[in-house]
């Protein structure tokens, strides 16, 4: 990876691509083509019956075809994705158009070997190439997952949006070490669904009267799921980068106990600035004899709420009796403020030290403060 | 109905002659599973992948066994999990007493027989010949004792015979001999851990079913007395389906037999490439097929009887040679990083260890 594609303190933890035999669905498919093929060959030129292939040269096409389009159909309905079925179909309606551009009627089963396994590489070349185009990073703050042949791909997943992990690993996977890991995004990225369907026909009756019923039903199930550029495909060592995925996620995820803290702290901050404020103004009125204003709790009319955003509402009260009511509230304040710090402190965490520390020296600023007035 | 003299040896021994037949052979089946598990030790180190993949095959039938037990006690299957390293099968309902001791049974007993089995169906295929029953004249211990070593001799002489003529360019033939060798890297009950450990011992084995026979011998009396009193019916109705039951016992030791002996030339091969530089490694696996087609080929010009035959001969021959010869001349060098360290210090002109 690029060092200008790092972001300001990014460091990489890990480069990962898919394992070699992460992609064997893709690679049985150009298997069954040859192995097919082989049979077809064998059953129709050496075997002991070959000659029930002999009454036409098209027979072993037709048989190397059509349970090619077989399998297509069943693997597409176990796998729910028709474009292996397309695949087949189209390796079917090449060969056919090979044999009549080059006039191969005579040597179809041979035709038929040779073609498997040219087509079968062909499709080792490009399952390797599509496996070679991803690419994963792992660095301290995200995961970048890259991939795609033509259409470049990119994925970026910031640990703290991970709502969840999911991970697996197959038969293959648990023989060879790698896996898979899809982190789910708050927004549900990496989620989909699987949809069965099944249908029914019946036909009753005789010659004449004939009845024909269709029934059909579905179900739809939630599951991880993503594209092998959208999540960590077959990953090697597995285990290793599942650990160092989820200790990354777990350490960009606050805790409850992180959040209580962060939301006290915000309260504290905010009372913070209200004594500030106040000190403040009591510190600049004190040499006045005159008249102050405190902060009551009555309503008083809209144009003064609007004049004055953060001051609470105050009223006219004679300066001495104010500025004392005004201390005490002040102190009561504080009070309150010291009693929250000290619950905080009963058992402060080793991450929240520093935050701490920020918040004690913004009470100690606060306390001199109160000195000082 | 059958007319037999009543003395000891007719109404007692000779119904122990196909029980100890089926012992000897499940012993040396045992050997065998032994042996391959030393070798699969061995290769560990080097080759923790394929060791993961036997133990998967082995894990798995146990499972089934597991499974099977329960299904046969109708305790029902509530979970199933089969991974590298354990299987785990769960009943809907924990049975008690003679139920839990017949799951045990599966458990312990039918990795040896329930992989061979399968492979004998497969077989059945390809050697239909071999499957003959013994046909007694005389109900006696030798008379049993012949017949069950003759069905099981014919089996494997048929079986072996079509092991000396496979012509591997049959597909059906490949995969014949890919199912054996599947089920015989599968056909053992232990796990190959990591560490040697005691476990994957054959006495481990024997020890767990000793003590599982042991433990309720009222319910092994109880198989015993099923056992005597189905040879006295067949003594009545058709002398040949006792000793029947007890060689199809032995085909299955037979059959797992023979699929582990097959495993030992690849578990050697593996072993000894181990000793050939990485780049060549793959020479003598290359050689097993390309030698095999050269000579497929060269017999279409010179034509032979023993096409077959020979052909798997030169293929063995050449695999052999040229992994002799990979030893020998591409060695793999053990001690590389030694001699880089020692160069280093001379080129550094020190003495002692190279630098940290």
Request: aromatic share 14%; proline share 4%.
């Amino acid at each position: 990876m690029v060092k200008k594609e790092l972001l300001k303190n990014e460091q990489v933890e890990r480069i990962l691509s898919p394992h070699p035999l992460s992609f064997m669905k893709l690679q049985t498919l150009c298997i069954f083509v040859i192995v097919w093929g082989i049979v077809v060959w064998w059953l129709t030129e050496f075997s002991e019956y070959a000659g029930m292939f002999s009454g036409n040269a098209w027979y072993p096409l037709i048989l190397w075809g059509l349970v090619l389009l077989l399998v297509g159909v069943i693997a597409s309905l176990v796998a729910i994705q028709w474009t292996i079925f397309f695949l087949y179909l189209g390796v079917f309606l090449s060969a056919i158009g090979l044999i009549f551009w080059q006039h191969w009627q005579n040597d179809i089963p041979l035709f038929i070997f040779i073609y498997s396994i040219a087509v079968s590489i062909v499709g080792f070349l490009i399952v390797e190439l599509y496996r070679r185009s991803h690419k994963y990073v792992i660095t301290n703050l995200r995961i970048i997952f890259k991939g795609g042949i033509f259409t470049k791909r990119e994925r970026t997943i910031r640990y703290d949006k991970i709502a969840d992990i999911d991970a697996k690993q197959g038969v293959l996977g648990q023989i060879f070490g790698f896996g898979t890991i899809i982190p789910v995004s708050q927004s549900g990225f990496g989620l989909g669904s699987d949809k069965t369907m099944a249908a029914g026909g019946v036909a009753v009756g005789g010659t004449k009267a004939r009845l024909f019923g269709f029934a059909g039903g579905g179900k739809e199930v939630q599951t991880p799921i993503a594209r092998s550029y959208y999540e960590l495909h077959g990953v090697y060592p597995y285990k290793d980068v599942k650990q160092l995925v989820e200790d990354l996620v777990q350490s960009h995820v606050p805790t409850q106990y992180q959040q209580e803290q962060v939301e006290f702290q915000k309260q504290q901050v905010d009372i913070q600035t209200q004594m500030r404020d106040l000190l403040h103004k009591q510190v600049s009125d004190k040499p006045r004899k005159k008249m102050v204003r405190q902060p009551v709790e009555e309503e008083e009319e809209p144009e003064e709420e609007e004049a004055v955003e953060r001051v609470p509402r105050k009223k006219m009260v004679p300066p001495e009796e104010g500025f004392q009511s005004e201390q005490v509230d002040i102190q009561q304040q504080m009070k309150d403020l010291l009693k929250k710090q000290k619950t905080a402190r009963v058992n402060p965490p080793e991450e929240e030290e520093v935050e701490e520390e920020e918040a004690e020296e913004e009470t100690e600023e606060n306390e001199k403060g109160k000195e000082g007035s | 109905m059958a007319d037999f003299p009543l003395n000891i040896d007719v109404v007692v021994i000779a119904a122990l002659a196909p029980i100890l037949g089926v012992t000897v052979f499940w012993f040396l089946q045992l050997i065998f599973i032994e042996i391959q598990k030393r070798l699969l030790s061995r290769l560990r180190h080097h080759h923790e992948a394929f060791c993961r993949f036997t133990n998967y095959i082995g894990i798995f039938f146990q499972t089934i066994c597991q499974a099977l037990g329960y299904t046969v006690t109708r305790s029902g299957i509530s979970s199933f999990q089969v991974t590298v390293n354990y299987g785990k099968v769960e009943p809907k309902k924990e049975k008690e007493g003679v139920f839990e001791w017949i799951v045990r049974s599966f458990l312990l007993f039918g990795p040896f027989f329930i992989p061979a089995g399968l492979v004998l169906l497969v077989s059945y295929g390809v050697i239909g010949r071999g499957f003959s029953f013994p046909s007694l004249v005389h109900y006696t211990f030798v008379e049993s004792l012949t017949g069950f070593w003759a069905s099981l001799s014919t089996y494997g002489t048929e079986f072996v015979r079509f092991l000396i003529n496979i012509d591997l360019l049959n597909p059906l033939h490949v995969g014949f001999v890919f199912v054996l060798l599947f089920f015989g890297l599968g056909i053992r009950p232990s796990y190959i851990g990591q560490e040697r450990k005691e476990k994957i011992d054959i006495l481990h084995d024997l020890i767990h079913i000793k003590d599982h026979l042991l433990e309720k011998p009222l319910y092994l009396l109880v198989i015993v007395l099923l056992l005597y009193l189905f040879y006295i019916l067949s003594l009545f109705l058709n002398p040949a389906v006792y000793i029947g039951l007890f060689v199809i016992f032995g085909w299955m030791s037979l059959t797992a037999i023979i699929a582990i002996l097959l495993t030992y030339p690849l578990l050697l091969l593996i072993w000894a490439t181990d000793a050939i530089q990485p780049q060549w490694k793959i020479v003598p696996f290359i050689t097993i097929p390309v030698s095999y087609i050269g000579s497929r080929v060269f017999f279409i010009y010179y034509p032979t009887n023993e096409l077959e035959r020979v052909s798997l001969l030169v293929m063995f021959l050449s695999t052999i040679l040229v992994t002799i010869a990979l030893i020998k001349y591409k060695r793999t060098n053990r001690f590389k990083t030694a001699t880089k360290m020692k160069h280093v210090r001379v080129a550094d002109g020190k003495k002692g260890t190279s630098k940290k």
